[in-house]
T-cell receptor
Framework: AQTVTQSQPEMSVQEAETVTLSCTYDTSESDYYLFWYKQPPSRQMILVIR??????QNATENRFSVNFQKAAKSFSLKISDSQLGDAAMYFCVTQGGSEKLVFGKGTKLTVNP | DSGVTQTPKHLITATGQRVTLRCSPR?????VYWYQQSLDQGLQFLIQ???????AKGNILERFSAQQFPDLHSELNLSSLELGDSALYFC??????????FGPGTRLTVL
């Protein structure tokens, strides 16, 4: 079984600053994917970034980057130059061979002007 | 806009009733997934269909059932509703297994 732990229920950051959201996971799969999804107040689930576990290089999408530590089963999300529109609930997610997504409990990010 | 549509957006009903939630996947996507988001349980996987066939089952109650039709749209049927079934129900679709696109969700309130 796969599990995902997000130890920070809430985080806050000043606009234009950098923030890192933490995530650890556990899986018995040898091949899997990791994602960060964002859920703004509109409730829409939006894919922020994804990482294939077999790739050592950390994924980057504009202001969003991850620090993937496979041996430690850690997958943190760094948001640079935070914007007001980044305020949302962020979910760390794993996907193994069964294709279903397993979600962490989420981190609520507040961006202060 | 993810290209996945869900109807209705909101549904209010009473305990003991039965409802049907509908999902239309993105054009070309063969897989449809259903997820439930509640305050108690967080986001959890319910069931997956691939090209009309059930492919994987998660924590789906026996009172719940789903199907995928030849045009690939899917329906989630919830019966004998209880207060605890109140939640946001998401549908997602994918063509490859690594990225799922979510619909806007159906907010179900059971009174």
């Amino acid at each position: 079984a796969q599990t995902v732990t997000q130890s920070q229920p809430e985080m806050s950051v000043q606009e234009a600053e950098t923030v890192t959201l933490s995530c650890t996971y556990d899986t018995s799969e040898s091949d899997y994917y990791l994602f960060w999804y964002k859920q703004p107040p509109s409730r829409q689930m939006i894919l922020v970034i994804r990482q294939e576990a077999y790739k050592q290089q950390n994924a980057t999408e504009n202001r969003f980057s991850v620090n993937f530590q496979k041996a430690a089963k850690s997958f943190s999300l760094k948001i640079s130059d935070s914007q007001l529109g980044d305020a949302a609930m962020y979910f760390c997610v794993t996907q193994g061979g069964s294709e279903k997504l397993v979600f962490g409990k989420g981190t609520k990010l507040t961006v202060n002007p | 806009d993810s290209g996945v549509t869900q109807t209705p957006k909101h549904l209010i009903t009473a305990t003991g009733q039965r409802v049907t939630l509908r999902c239309s996947p993105r054009s070309g996507d063969l897989s449809v997934y259903w997820y439930q988001q509640s305050l108690d349980q967080g986001l959890q996987f319910l069931i997956q269909y691939y090209n009309g066939e059930e492919r994987a089952k998660g924590n789906i109650l026996e009172r719940f059932s789903a199907q995928q039709f030849p045009d690939l749209h899917s329906e989630l049927n919830l019966s004998s509703l209880e207060l605890g079934d109140s939640a946001l129900y998401f549908c997602a679709s994918s063509v490859v297994s690594d990225e799922q696109f979510f619909g806007p969700g159906t907010r179900l309130t059971v009174l």
